[in-house]
């Protein structure tokens, strides 16, 4: 009987850059996985909704899918780095955690707070982020409301309520006199949503476009705006409230919007909310994503793996975990139990 390969699926231009060496979590994974003895190819990811090229009797770990199949995982970094996704739903706004309603009261406060604190201070003081950012100089977005403006790629079309320009004339709308602060997106500058916040800069003296860190507009912010952007999601490191027009799988942790009576509700009562942060990020991050950098990683993907019901040939030294159920087993994380 043939062994069952693991095949990983990754843009062309990631495949002519890389090779069979893989990047991220598969640099580690794949050679891990090779060691004992289960066969690792790397492969063009083929169309977006095309399954034919998926074989059965391998597994499949999709770079950036949204594909649903009893062998394969969705994957892809989770806002930060090193935590990644493999998700049987997709990734970002198409994983299962934007169905999933946590109860974070289970999680530990002092782990919670020692977590946010050990990340997010990381994250602020080196002024990260998804996209090469400017260098951080001072917080300027006291009491502003920040909005980051994404264009029109695939995920954003597929996540978004409303288009960004609606989304612009209802922040200015409703501001109640604070100070919006823009932000384009470094990869898509020349939107018609970017020319469309010139107009509504150049018409109102308390909104301006800047391009400043992130991380200097997110520091006291009375909230961020977007459609699903992770630069909303850094914000939460912040404990700056998030507003999205859009799908996000964060949405646990933020207030989405679907219609402008809701724009003008989030957008007067978005502070009155008392969001978990530091609980719902160790949740998040912790609990449901993979760490590429983590040394039982190997151990983790082929305890995933399994979960599905697909048997790799090859068994995870983790214990499993005697209060799952079946249906946990399918559906949840990694399933790290002594965090």
Known sequence: MTRASLIIHVPRDMLERHGQEGFGLYASLAPGLRRRGVPVAFVERPGTTDLTH?????????????????????????????????????????????????????????????FFARVGGRLKEKGQSKHDQPPRHEAMGKDAIVVFLQGLSDPVLRSMAMMETEMLELVVKHRQGRRVLIKLHPKFPNTIAAA???????????????DANVHDLLDGAYCSVSICSGACFEGLFHKTPAILFGRA???????????????????????QVPFEYERFLFWFLQRKMFNAQDALLVDRVIHRISRTGFDLGVTSELAPDPGATVAQLRTDGPGRRNL
Request: proline fraction near 3%.
């Open 54 to 114: 998926y074989t059965k009797t391998d597994f499949h770990l999709v770079h950036h899918g949204f594909l649903r199949r009893f062998n394969l995982l969705n994957t892809g970094i989770a806002y930060l780095w090193p935590y990644w996704y493999l998700d049987q739903r997709g990734v970002l706004c198409d994983s299962s955690l934007g169905r999933a309603r946590p109860d974070l009261s289970t999680i530990p406060e002092d782990r919670a707070k020692a």
């Open 196 to 210: 469309h916040a010139e107009q509504v800069a150049a018409l109102n003296k308390d909104v301006e476009i800047v």
């Open 249 to 271: 799988d964060f949405a646990g942790c933020a207030w989405n919007v679907e219609t402008a009576d809701a724009a003008e509700r989030a957008l007067t009562e978005i502070r």
